[in-house]
């Protein structure tokens, strides 16, 4: 089983919806959560961080639910300029951030 | 302005030739990795230093070195051992290993 999971898309949404997407992880033991953001051949840079309380930076969702181990991102209010590829990262242990293959989301006009 | 340099950004190299990708960050991090990422997956950990002179195995170090002999620097070297090397390369540093990283632009190697 791969440490961290996502869905891989394409996630294809209109302008202005709402758009979300899981990520499973699967050490129990794992503390710090994020999201990162890649375009196209370029380096992922970092979304936000994910608390356990769950947090928002304005259109931005990120929830964690340890009980059933994931962890969400929500878009809200979607603009062009956030189709790219959403990665979930994982500290899964004390040295490693264990990444997932990514969720690509495609905002059409 | 802070942040982590890589170089080159294209890399082309022969059969059977090593090449060195370069790595300086001046964020004051103490932790550093090298990631490489081929098309369609995820970042697959090469190695990693969390403090000067001590660096360890990732999940695929093989055909792989690296040196930290100063706190900014952490060059990988790709040698010829490595059979599959074109891929993207991302070279990123964390002020401790259960925060967030940042990353460098990246070097994508290809072989001739």
């Known amino acids: 089983r791969k440490e961290v999971e996502q869905d891989p898309g394409p996630f294809n949404v209109p302008e202005g919806a709402t758009v979300a997407f899981n990520c499973t992880y699967s050490?129990?033991?794992?503390?710090?959560f994020f999201w990162y953001r890649q375009d196209c051949r370029k380096e992922p840079k970092l979304l936000m961080s994910v608390y356990s309380s769950g947090n928002e930076d304005g259109r931005f969702t990120a929830q964690l639910n340890r009980a059933s181990q994931y962890i969400s991102l929500l878009i809200r209010d979607s603009k062009l300029s956030d189709s790219a590829t959403y990665l979930c990262v994982v500290n899964s242990n004390d040295y490693k951030l264990s990444f997932g293959a990514g969720t690509t989301v495609t905002v059409r006009a | 302005d802070g942040g982590i340099t890589q170089s080159p950004k294209y890399l082309f190299r022969k059969e059977g030739q090593n090449v060195t990708l370069s790595c300086e960050q001046n964020l004051n991090h103490d932790a550093m990795y090298w990631y490489r990422q081929d098309p369609g997956q995820g970042l697959r950990l090469i190695y990693y230093?969390?403090?000067?002179?001590?660096?360890q195995k990732g999940d695929i170090a093989e055909g792989y070195s690296v040196s930290r002999e100063k706190k900014e620097s952490f060059p990988l070297t790709v040698t010829s051992a490595q059979k599959n090397p074109t891929a993207f390369y991302l070279c990123?540093?964390?002020?401790?290993?259960?925060?967030?990283?940042?990353f460098g632009q990246g070097t994508r190697l290809t072989v001739v």
């Open positions: 990123a540093s964390s002020i401790d290993p259960s925060r967030e990283a940042f």
């Open positions: 230093s969390q403090i000067v002179n001590d660096f």
């Open positions: 050490n129990s033991a794992s503390q710090s």
